[in-house]
Nanobody, 119 residues
């Protein structure tokens, strides 16, 4: 059993910053990659950023510049630093991981953390 627990969401004013965290726990042999997705009200879930075990990052063009993904391999934790937040960044942010256990390769999702950008 592998779990992802996100934290760090909340209410922030436009132009502000937030840092999200996601910790993986359970019977983990290794983590291939971790990432962040978001889903705004009435919209489809979209990719924000991913990072591999080797540290390679990927951002859609729309997310480049204001979002930074990083990780702590020792803690099986991934972070998302979000700067200069805009109203349209309001969404539930989900952590995702591709995890290798002793018997399987699993794609795991967190429960989501709400980010609200409002004045």
């Amino acid at each position: 059993q592998v779990q992802l627990v996100e934290s760090g969401g909340g209410l922030v004013q436009p132009g502000g910053s937030l840092r999200l965290s996601c910790a993986a726990s359970g019977t983990i042999f290794s983590i291939h990659s971790m990432g962040w997705y978001r889903q705004a009200p009435g919209k489809q879930r979209e990719l924000v950023a991913t990072i591999t075990s080797g540290g390679s990052t990927n951002y859609p063009d729309s997310m480049k510049g204001r979002f930074t993904i990083s990780k702590d391999n020792a803690q099986n934790t991934v972070y998302l630093q979000m700067n200069i937040l805009k109203f349209e960044d309001t969404a539930v942010y989900y952590c995702n991981a591709v995890v290798v256990t002793q018997t399987n390769i699993l794609e795991v999702w967190g429960q989501g953390t709400l980010v609200t950008v409002s004045s």
